[in-house]
């Protein structure tokens, strides 16, 4: 190949290739990414040779990537984070950095290679848990938005540490306790110099601006790219990083109303951008050096899978949450994220670690990013088999989560329970109490169960799967149970439960697709519902009385 077009465009066939069998493997393509970048570097064929223009790229994708998460910090989310997430999050960010500082320490490694390594551990990848949870339909979960409070917290602690690391500009400022107040003071000035920019700027001078764009949808995306640039290689002249800098171009632009549409129009951008910097990453790569470090990568792999689920689930049972609600939360830090990466490959930019550390940091991360994220798919199955074990992370009385299930559920008599409020469950919850019937319905999203209950219906918060939450339900009464939940293993787990109970009446569960109506029947559910075909035979039979009644035009 010749020329950086040609070879791009072969670094893009193959990327789309080797992205294709991950996700066939069900495992995030970043990870084919960085193997793409092993195969086609210098260690590898060393077939890609157009280092400058992919480096650049790469620079501009970790930009973007930066604004993104600036972009969705909106001040109204960080207000509404919940103590539980703002507890959750930084008591796995001091564990994780003070147990996997020392940690590192004991592999030999030197105080600041350590600092970078801890502080790497502690951030989890949202994109990914996001990306899985939804597919899983968990992300409006009570441990979905656990989970997603507490990587807000992450987000803001990455920064922060992008910002402190970038001040010290000497490697020596990290072992140094006067260097490092220095350092402190220094940052702490600057930081409110950027906050007082940031103030004026977002008040008097970006609405208008950002209004003006907005009456061309392209206009508003170049203006968001070319801010969230601009204010990057800002951020880097005044000595904080272009990381921080970019994320402050985002968070300018999280409060307005055009930040749904940037967003939109950015991601898959950003995706796109974040492909060259893991290719890079991976040319970058030295096998024999990555061969050197696996003893160092598994002690610290088994850290990050072990040992930070354990603290989410400590911190959680302490405050009142059930094992299950735990457990589900904490496996969704049990791998580092693409910003601990980009955290350590800026301190080489600095000066302050070798590509060593940043070629052990980036096996952890292939390591606990590939079997967490089977560790999520499987979560159920998971917990069912370390469930005997989990006790000693619940509170005898969970407080948090009786708290709600416990609130009046506005009726005295149920003949049907119904488990899982989305569109459908909610749809049959109305229609059941609008024809005469005593309905209650159950939920695992907050939210949904406090809008219910504000529009009269009988509505419970709590987790169908749990058969210590199904015993405080009135079932001896009802005489159906419906689910609507959405996967299987979920519907699984709750005949179980039920049938652990010794619930005597009829079950009906509503089936996604053909493999689930069979696994229903097989498993004796009484009446197997499949909203698509009810939906189409109803409206056959309507549109057909509509045919037959209309007169035919001469």
């Known amino acids: 190949m010749t020329g950086p077009f040609a070879e791009i465009a072969l670094l893009l066939l193959i990327a789309a290739l080797v992205g294709a069998l991950f996700v066939k493997l069900r495992q995030p393509v970043l990870i084919a990414y960085i193997v793409v970048g092993l195969a086609v570097g210098p260690a590898g064929l060393g077939v890609v040779q157009a280092h400058d223009q992919i480096d650049l790229l790469a620079q501009i994708g970790v930009t973007v990537l930066l604004f993104v998460v600036g972009l969705k910090l909106d001040l109204h989310h960080v207000r509404h984070i919940g103590p539980v997430a703002l507890a959750t999050g930084l008591g796995q960010l001091a564990f994780t950095i003070c147990f996997g500082f020392l940690l590192v320490l004991g592999l030999g490694k030197d105080v600041i290679e350590a600092v970078y390594i801890a502080v790497a551990l502690t951030f989890s990848s949202t994109i990914i848990i996001v990306k899985l949870l939804s597919d899983k339909r968990e992300l409006d979960s009570l441990h979905g938005r656990i989970a997603v409070g507490f990587l807000i917290v992450q987000d803001i602690a990455v920064v922060l540490a992008m910002m402190t690391m970038s001040a010290m500009r000497d490697p020596g400022d990290a072992g140094d306790a006067g260097s490092l107040l220095g350092v402190l003071q220094s940052l702490g000035l600057r930081v409110a110099a950027a906050a007082l920019f940031m103030y004026v700027f977002m008040r008097y001078l970006l609405p208008p601006l950002v209004s003006l764009m907005a009456r061309s949808q392209e206009l508003l995306l170049v203006f968001a790219i070319a801010w969230g640039v601009a204010l990057a290689a800002l951020g880097d002249w005044a000595g904080f990083s272009k990381e921080a800098g970019a994320f402050l171009a985002g968070f300018s632009l999280a409060s307005t109303p055009y930040r749904e549409a940037v967003n939109a129009r950015l991601t898959g951008i950003r995706d796109f951008l974040l492909l060259f910097f893991f290719v890079d990453l991976g040319a970058k790569m030295d096998l024999s050096m990555l061969g050197a470090e696996l003893g160092s990568a598994a002690v610290l792999s088994l850290f990050v899978l072990i040992g930070n689920p354990l603290i989410v689930m400590a911190i959680m049972g302490w405050m009142g949450y059930r094992k299950r609600t735990g457990f589900l939360a904490g496996l969704t830090v049990a791998q580092i994220s693409e910003f601990s990466i980009i955290f350590v490959a800026m301190g080489i930019t600095l000066g302050h670690v070798g590509v060593a550390t940043l070629g052990l940091t980036t096996l952890v991360g292939l390591i606990t990013i590939t079997l967490s994220t089977y560790m999520i798919l499987y979560s159920q199955t998971l917990y069912e088999r370390l469930a005997p074990w989990l006790g000693m992370f619940e509170r005898q009385t969970p407080v948090r989560e009786l708290a709600i299930e416990t609130q009046g559920t506005g009726t005295t008599r149920v003949d049907v329970v119904v488990i899982g409020l989305g569109r459908y469950g909610r749809r049959l919850l109305i229609q059941l109490r609008d024809q005469g019937i005593e309905v209650l319905g159950v939920d695992f999203d907050p939210e949904v169960v406090r809008s219910l209950r504000e529009a009269k219906l009988a509505a419970r918060f709590g987790d169908g799967e749990?058969?210590?939450?199904?015993?405080?339900?009135?079932?001896?009464?009802?005489?159906?149970?419906v689910s609507s939940l959405p996967a299987w293993e979920s519907n699984r787990a709750l005949l179980d439960a039920l049938k652990a109970i010794g619930f005597a009446g009829q079950v009906a569960a509503v089936a996604r697709d053909?493999?689930?109506?069979?696994?229903?029947?097989?498993?004796?559910?009484?009446?197997v519902l499949n909203p698509f075909d009810d939906a189409a035979d109803e409206a056959a039979r309507s549109l057909r009385s509509d045919i037959l009644t209309t007169e035919k035009t001469p």
């Open 466 to 481: 749990d058969p210590a939450f199904l015993e405080s339900l009135p079932l001896q009464q009802a005489r159906w149970v």
């Open 514 to 527: 053909a493999d689930h109506q069979q696994q229903l029947q097989n498993a004796g559910v009484t009446r």
